[in-house]
């Protein structure tokens, strides 16, 4: 169960770079995400599975997916406000059967202040309402004591508009020269010359973890003497993040919380670079973490250009039973991607426990937990303009092919994206169309399951209003954490049993 676990994670950790070209500036992106917008959306999503029975997934989950995706299919319809109106964004999620037969659907209504309001038959029986702040952070959740989540915070300042990033520029850059004098006081340098008779210089940082958590104190302690900084950081956080990070009143409770951080070790930083132009040839650091994580060390090391191209490794220090996992030794991950060629990264993951002194008690194979090695092949997108048939596209496609050691006892498979995004004119009012599909493969037996969107943008009209939504709703992010987590499950209780009636009246 571990192997098939680990395997499933690989893939979905390496399949998130399948994503990364729908990000690039393009036309028909750009124009799709405009009218996305301004305008309106609808599409639909279906599924199929064809071959027998995936050891990736096991039987019965194979036939649930073969059996709820040959019969039902998901449509969903983006509704934009009219440019006359401020009331905001509203979307339906609705699942039927082929024949066209509703079986359930969700509203999901965004007002003009941010928040969002949900209804749904599948929920409850009462047809209630439920809202909550378009930047609640619902990773508050998983925090027992329901401290808001520095996580979210990042990632609300990394997806914050370009006029916020602007006016947060200068108080980053003068933290980072800080930062910058301050490693000058760890590094040392030495020039060699290489055979080949050109001059590499070495800096190496050592930056022993006691120095390491006092300049952290210290960086605290300048943050909350800079109310410009704060302020500016206020406008990305919630009220909650703010009572909790940004109070004056937190620092003192925060430089405790790091004196009883218990971290041992050094933190290394090597690089080189060629003496006479300044190139980077290596790059590593290694972090030691604190006793508290699961990570003991993280070594991350690049070498951008490595005879075979391009090269990225990370090494992972783990320990075994802070994971759950019942062994009494150390656990390490190795982790390499390749550039090997345009567009193509090769490489491998291995889980493996340290040698032991005794050849005879723990052999390479005994060593070795989960080892695979993958071809990610993810090429620019493509532009298709022809005027002639008026046909104007864009093509993005990657495969992902991974290979599981023989006694991993899992079969060789592959995960594939395509999308589509054309109009039929480079008016930037012309509809846009999307095609995708996502396709996991078993490569061993020719069993497949896809996912495939059709969709197109629409006009722009007025939402249907969710009458008494404004007035009635439950703000669940109003709630106490404990509150908040029972009416979750709740709800979700009654949409798993609601559903699967639904779908079994068929």
């Not at 916020?164 to 980072?176: D, F, G, L, R, T």
């Not at 990305?236 to 004056?248: D, I, K, R």
């Not at 150390?330 to 193509?344: F, G, K, S, Y």
Request: hydrophobic share 40%; with cysteine; aromatic share 8%.
């Amino acid at each position: 169960m571990l192997k098939r676990m680990m395997a499933l994670c690989l893939c979905v950790a390496l399949a998130a770079a399948l994503a990364l070209p729908a990000f690039a500036e393009t036309n028909q992106l750009t124009k799709l995400q405009g009218q996305w917008k301004s305008s309106g959306f609808r599409g639909t999503l279906t599924g199929q599975v064809t071959g027998e029975a995936s050891r990736l997934t096991g039987k019965e989950l194979w036939d649930t997916l073969k059996a709820l995706f040959s019969a039902h299919e998901l449509s969903i319809t983006h509704t934009v406000k009219d440019s006359r109106t401020n009331e905001g964004d509203e979307s339906v999620i609705t699942l039927s059967d082929t024949a066209g037969k509703e079986i359930g659907r969700l509203n999901v209504l965004t007002d003009a202040s941010g928040v969002v309001y949900l209804q749904s038959d599948l929920l409850d029986e009462a047809g209630l309402y439920y809202a909550f702040d378009s930047g609640f952070d619902w990773t508050s959740l998983f925090n027992e004591n329901g401290w808001p989540s520095m996580l979210h915070v990042l990632m609300e300042i990394s997806r914050a508009s370009k006029s916020w990033q602007e006016k947060a520029q200068p108080y980053m850059e003068q933290v980072s020269l800080g930062i910058s004098r301050w490693l000058q006081g760890y590094v040392t340098t030495a020039t060699a010359q290489d055979p080949d008779g050109s001059y590499v210089t070495t800096a190496v940082y050592e930056i022993p973890a006691s120095a390491l958590l006092q300049e952290t104190k210290q960086l605290l302690v300048d943050l909350y003497q800079n109310r410009e900084l704060l302020n500016v950081l206020a406008e990305v956080m919630t009220a909650e993040e703010q009572a909790a990070y940004l109070q004056t009143g937190m620092l003192l409770p925060f430089l405790q919380m790091l004196d009883n951080v218990k971290l041992s070790g050094t933190v290394t930083v090597r690089r080189q670079y060629a003496a006479t132009t300044g190139t980077v040839l290596y790059d590593s650091v290694t972090l030691p973490c604190p006793e508290s994580l699961p990570v003991s060390t993280l070594t991350l090391v690049h070498v951008p250009s490595a005879p075979e191209g391009e090269l990225w490794q990370l090494s992972i220090a783990l320990d075994a039973q802070k994971l759950g996992v019942a062994l009494d030794q150390e656990l390490r991950v190795d982790v390499t991607a390749q550039n090997t060629e345009p567009d193509v990264w090769t490489g491998s993951m291995l889980a493996l426990l340290p040698a032991s002194e005794n050849p005879e008690a723990l052999n390479k194979e005994d060593q070795t937990l989960f080892s695979c090695t993958y071809n990610l092949n993810a090429p620019a997108p493509k532009d298709t303009n022809d005027v002639y048939q008026s046909r104007y596209e864009r093509a993005y496609e990657a495969t992902l092919v991974v290979k599981p050691d023989e006694a991993m006892d899992l079969p060789a498979f592959s995960l594939g994206g395509k999308a589509v995004i054309y109009s039929k004119s480079s008016a930037a009012s012309t509809v846009c169309y999307v095609e995708s599909s996502v396709s996991l493969h078993d490569l061993d037996q020719d069993s497949a399951v896809t996912l495939s969107f059709n969709g197109r943008t629409t006009s722009r009209w007025t939402p249907t209003m969710l009458t008494d939504a404004l007035s009635s709703a439950l703000r669940m992010d109003m709630m106490n954490a404990g509150n908040r987590l029972e009416l979750l499950s709740q709800l979700f209780s009654y949409l798993t049993a609601t559903l699967a009636a639904r779908v079994a009246q068929k």
